[in-house]
């Protein structure tokens, strides 16, 4: 098990404050540590040691959180555009002793911030929009030579096929799709790992609408 006090109090936070906010649907002890605390970790052996990492949408802090009580090497940035989020966040990582930057921003805004843009070694994210979408949340915020890594469901080929032409216009360059089973269940799911191998053109990210405008078309 990798429970220890860290989790324990980041689980009891989670279902005190989801009574208030919506925070998860999985309120079943056995199950949070599954589902949101072992698939979390799942991504833990593709960020290099000392990475800078953000985790774009976190909501209730995954897997970010998890990811930087288990390693405490790597730096980790917190965004997400809902403010009632970032103050939980803010309460975990300090009844935590988690060292973390909680950003209250949208993706596509910090996209364009001189603070945020191409200054991360690692973007992660996990369950918040199609790959097409996310692609343009996630990559102008990875430097050159850095990841994104995509948490995403087992069948996740056509959603990919879909989203390679924009992720090559952001400057990516898909690496593999890794297929896990989470520790503990016979659940399996897929990490897409995309490269930034070049700058992400200054036009992208476009905003919310445009994003989304351009998927129906």
Known sequence: MIMNEKFDIYMNLLLEWNKKINLTAITEPAEIITKHFFDSLACEEYISHGASVVDVGTGAGFPGIPLKIERSD???????????????????????????????????????????????????????????VLSEYCLPLVKKGGVMLAMKGKDIQQELDEALPIIERLGGTVKGVKPYTIKGTDITHSIVIIEKTAPTPPKYPRTAAKIKKSIKK
């Open 74 to 132: 790597i730096s980790l940035t917190l965004m997400d555009s809902l403010n009632k989020r970032i103050n939980f966040l803010k309460e975990v990582c300090s009844k935590t002793n988690t060292e973390a930057e909680c950003v209250h921003i949208r993706a596509e805004d910090a996209g364009k911030d001189k603070a945020f843009r191409e200054k991360f070694d690692v973007a992660v994210s996990r369950a918040v929009a199609n790959l097409t």
